[in-house]
């Protein structure tokens, strides 16, 4: 098994390279934590990566809005 590469990068400057993190973490085995303020907010994770957490991926995922407010989730 392959390492799999922790990076961390602001929300900020994630905006700026979101295609190159997510081909990171979908080809390259990243996983990218979010910051922001200095805190740890999110994270970018391959569908395997959420696969193994127990997640499950299918076509009922509606596609994400800017009306959704998932703070109520």
Same mark, same amino acid.
């Given at each position: 098994?392959? +390492?799999?590469?922790?990076? *961390? &990068?602001?929300?900020?400057?994630?905006?700026?390279?979101? %295609?190159? @993190? /997510?081909?990171?973490? +979908?080809?390259?085995?990243? *996983? &990218?934590?979010?910051?922001?303020?200095?805190?740890?907010? %999110?994270? @970018? /994770?391959?569908?395997?990566?959420?696969?193994?957490?127990?997640?499950?991926?299918?076509?009922?995922?509606?596609?994400?809005?800017?009306?959704?407010?998932?703070?109520?989730?």
């Amino acid at each position: 098994m392959s +390492a799999r590469r922790l990076v *961390r &990068i602001t929300t900020t400057d994630a905006r700026e390279e979101m %295609a190159e @993190l /997510v081909n990171g973490v +979908a080809y390259g085995g990243a *996983r &990218i934590v979010l910051q922001r303020h200095g805190r740890n907010v %999110a994270a @970018l /994770v391959s569908i395997d990566d959420l696969k193994k957490l127990g997640v499950r991926i299918g076509r009922e995922i509606p596609p994400w809005t800017r009306n959704d407010d998932d703070r109520d989730a």
